[in-house]
């Protein structure tokens, strides 16, 4: 009876324990650099940010924060505010696919679905 107790603690215990993640992707094209960046503990993001900055020096970046979930290799974002871009099926939750080194974020543009790959940033 003692050592259920024993093992109940150890793993209540071990379970405070977990430590943050952090993952970071970079999506670079003509116009501007997107950088993904976030903090998984367990199965939840406890910290995320979008950065969007224009390769036009004339322009300042902008920043979206983001908490969510993660289940099995599926992201389950949810925006803090502002939405970087515009998520297909749904107005603020978004599902993004986590690979080994890269991240694919689904957008909807111009009427249609496409996939977006974002790198892991060395």
């Known amino acids: 009876m ?4 024993i093992l109940s603690f150890l793993l209540v215990l071990s379970s405070s324990f977990v430590v943050a993640q952090e993952y970071s992707y970079q999506n670079k094209n003509e116009k501007s650099t997107e950088t993904i960046s976030f903090e998984l503990k367990g199965n939840k993001i406890i910290y995320g940010e979008w950065e969007h900055v224009s390769n036009d020096p004339n322009t300042s970046g902008e920043m979206y924060g983001f ?3 993660k289940i099995n290799n599926k992201l389950v974002i949810i925006f803090t505010g ?3 871009y515009t998520i297909p099926n749904s107005k603020r939750k978004a599902v993004w696919l986590l690979l080994t080194k890269v991240l694919t974020v689904s957008m909807k543009e111009k009427g249609k679905i496409k996939n977006v790959i974002f ?3 060395q």
Do not use: A, E, I, L
């Open 119 to 121: 790198s892991v940033v």
């Open 2 to 5: 003692q050592t259920k107790y």
């Open 67 to 69: 908490t969510g979930s």
């Open 82 to 84: 502002t939405v970087p």
